[in-house]
């Protein structure tokens, strides 16, 4: 069997919001030999281009909100450029959670991010939307969070990291990786025409539903590298495992509605998060809300429960949170996966464990599981890591908690992290 050769120093695997601001991070860093590699660069089916693209700094954990803030720093930087929005984060509490919001918003403060303080009266001042506030203690308002364009923002780390010679390649599917001194060997299969492959294709092989059947639509391929980057989102344990380690997180399901709201306006406002857990935001001419199902199984789902899903989720806590909300139209949805570690923090950093000899001659990283927010910690996360890929330390954003590590024997007490709460 013919195979095609390819070599390159860094091999980052996954082209989404992550790999490509891992990509643009290593060439702000000089490795000017980079390839990406994805089966689908257009992400038909990638979290990426399925998020809901919120972006904000109001976290219970400062890691996060640090990661999160250096990144909407840039945003706003690159406002047109990514379609930056900071229309604002707007969280609202009932009593019970009320205390710990407040004990964040200090940690929020502290660290430079503004977050208003509203009382159900000035809540209901400041957004008429929400008039029914019997059961609220309160709310918070991030000033500076918002809203960016998943895609733009991904295709602007591309198209940076492109500019000094990285290498994007498409229809790329990872086998399997031989470890040697010389580094790492990935065998993988290319097809030859990535956008011409049917979509049902596409997830079909993403599902790891592989057949030889599909050999007929490409070629093996060879690439050999030094360092290896997992930033494979959703797939990053099936990736973990063909590169011969252990990954803690799974893929989960996550839905998200389209609604009509003829009673309001929805554009003038931006994210609100009620108490509920459900989430919603102006989206065009309509209202998108989504909202994570309790113990949803793990797994490559991808069907949308339409309107069975905005009925029983979405519909009845918007009703009862305002009177604009009293006749809503479901118009459409859609769901994609979130990767989820057992504490909801990423997993960034070089890889712990491997094969009983180690990776050899190679370098393994990782940067996945953000739990559907990596949009909005996009930029520090792949400049820290292309800091740790190359000056051996972490300079923009200390990541080192966020090793995987932390979930070997002993790993989590030594880190000091804690599970983060403040997860839509």
């Known amino acids: 069997m013919k195979v095609a050769p390819f070599k390159t120093d860094t091999l980052v695997i996954g082209a989404g919001v992550i790999g490509s601001a891992v990509a643009m991070g290593l060439i702000r860093e000089g490795v000017r030999d980079v390839i990406v590699a994805d089966l689908d660069l ?23 909100l640090v990661a999160s803030k250096c990144s909407i720093e840039y945003f706003a930087e690159n406002a047109d450029a990514v379609g930056y929005r900071p229309v604002g984060y707007l969280w609202m509490h009932r009593p019970e959670t009320w205390d710990a919001a407040l004990k964040a918003r200090e940690m929020h403060v502290s660290r430079g991010w503004p ?9 209901t001042r400041r957004f008429p939307l929400i008039d029914k506030t019997s059961d609220l203690a309160g709310a918070l308002f991030g000033r500076r969070d918002g809203l960016v364009n998943p895609n733009r923002l991904k295709e602007h780390f591309r198209e940076e990291a492109a500019h000094a010679g990285s290498r994007l390649m498409d229809g790329v599917w990872v086998h399997s990786v031989v470890y040697s001194a010389a580094g790492a060997m990935i065998r993988a299969f290319q097809f030859a025409a990535p956008s011409k492959l049917p979509s049902e294709a596409k997830k079909r092989v993403l599902t790891e539903a592989w057949s030889t059947e599909f050999e007929s639509l490409g070629q093996w391929i060879e690439i050999e590298c030094k360092n290896i980057v ?12 063909k590169l011969a380690y252990a990954c803690p997180s799974e893929p989960v399901r996550r839905q998200i509605s389209l609604f009509h709201a003829r009673e309001v306006n929805l ?9 509920s857990g459900v989430y919603f935001h102006p989206e065009a001419i309509y209202g998108l809300a989504g909202f994570a199902i309790k ?11 339409a309107e069975q899903f905005f009925e029983n989720y979405i519909w009845p806590p918007l009703y009862e949170r305002s009177t604009h909300f009293e006749s809503l139209r479901h118009i459409s949805g859609w769901a994609g996966l979130y990767e989820n570690s057992p504490d909801h923090h990423a997993i960034v950093g070089p890889v712990v464990g491997g094969p009983a000899n180690g ?8 940067a996945h599981s953000f739990s559907g927010h990596g949009v ?3 930029f520090a996360v792949g400049v820290s890591l292309a800091q740790q890929i190359v ?11 966020m090793s995987a590590a932390r979930f070997t024997a002993g790993g989590a007490s030594a880190s000091g992290i804690k599970e983060e709460t403040w997860v839509i």
């Open 42 to 64: 257009s992400g038909e089916w990638s979290s990426s281009e399925l998020n809901a693209g919120g972006v904000r700094a109001t976290w219970s954990q400062e890691v996060n």
């Open 115 to 123: 977050v208003d303080v509203l009382d159900p009266a000035e809540l």
């Open 230 to 241: 997992n930033c494979a989102g959703a797939w990053a344990p099936s990736v973990a495992k």
């Open 267 to 275: 554009s003038e406002y931006g994210m609100m998060i009620d108490p």
């Open 295 to 305: 113990d949803e199984p793990g797994g490559y789902n991808f069907g949308y429960d």
């Open 359 to 366: 990776f050899a001659g190679a370098r393994v990283f990782e």
């Open 376 to 378: 909005m910690q996009s």
């Open 391 to 401: 000056r051996g330390r972490y300079e923009l954003v200390d990541f080192s908690k």
